[in-house]
């Protein structure tokens, strides 16, 4: 902060760890051996008033005497209160923010000290409307949209949303994939894909054949193409239709895939189970000719019935607690005749949905 015009400055050293001031002779506190510091004396920047600089300057640069630093915490402590009233219910509007902005004036405080104290609490809130917004499987344009400018808004520093934002842009790829807009990958020779084939997977995967009394593991590499499924062994390909797939389900580490065929039918271990579901879902819908639908809920949600589940479940994940990464899950997936309701949706974290 540059210093006031017509401010005289006396030079003084002060102990950074005890707060003893030396004159300008003393290179060492002789209370505790620190190296002291220059002490300039400059104007509160609040009430103007002369400061001696030391305990009082903040990480920022901002020079207050004691009694505005005193105002100024409670003030934000105040805003606080008021940031968390106006997001209660999962809203944040241009009306709910002029409430905030008139706080600052009240309070006499800067915005941007005020929404630095209230940081955690804007990216929880952050995290909870992209829960929200993907809670039925789609990331709107409006909705990417509104959460990028509430990030801003907010004044979230990049590299503490960058988890959000990953999870905003997975969501919206997602999204883009149940719409038909597949991955278009570079396939490997050693794949052996025929003239006009198009690979959109190509992920290492296990699977589970199972025996009349043992189960193996069965190392591999599940493909997919517009044409067919494949999964590589290091012997054999098992190729599979995709008008032979029946239903794909995502389990705690896979899909489970039931076929028309008993061979390849069952249970592939892979490290995305939700990328792998719907890239396969998808494939079979185009091959089948149907509208694309996201798998896991077949409308909107309804906000009203978001709302009351994070009421209910305290905003927290049911599993374990955290109130991080939250997702709206079904406990009786659609595909088994079950509308999203109240009773049949809980939040659980991103950590234990992958479970």
Known sequence: MAYASGVSMQQLRYCPKCGRNEDDGADFCPACGTKLVVNTE?????????????????????????????????????????????????????????????????????????LAYVRGDAIHFLE??????????????????????????????????????????????????????????????????????????????????????????????????????????????????WTEVNDVQRRSQGIYLELNTKTGNGQYDVKDPVLVEAIIDTLVRIARRQQLLPEEVDSKLDAEIKKEVWERDRGKCVKCGSNSYLHFSEIVPSSRGMMPSITNLHLICAKCQAL
């Open 42 to 114: 400059r104007l509160c920047s609040r009430c103007s008033v002369k400061v001696t600089v030391g305990a009082q300057i903040s990480d920022d640069q901002i020079v207050r005497c004691v009694n505005c630093e005193q105002e100024v915490r409670e003030g934000l402590h105040r805003f606080r209160k008021v940031f968390l009233s106006c997001c209660a219910d999962g809203v944040l509007n241009r009306k709910k923010w002029e409430i905030l902005k008139k706080r600052t004036l009240q309070e006499k405080i800067d915005r941007k000290e005020a």
């Open 128 to 241: 909870r409307t992209l829960a929200f917004a993907a809670a039925d499987g789609i990331i709107t344009a409006e909705e990417e949209q509104f959460i990028l400018d509430l990030r801003r808004i907010l004044d979230i520093p990049k590299p503490l949303a960058k988890p959000i934002l990953d999870r905003l842009a997975y969501q919206k790829q997602l999204t883009d994939i149940r719409a038909g807009n597949l991955p278009k990958l570079r396939a490997d020779r050693d794949l052996g894909l025929l003239p006009g084939e198009r690979c959109h997977l190509d992920v290492p995967a296990t699977y589970h054949r199972v025996g009349s009394k043992s189960l193996t593991l069965i190392p591999g590499r599940l493909v997919a193409t517009n044409r067919k499924l494949r999964f590589y062994l290091s012997d054999r390909v098992i190729e599979v239709e």
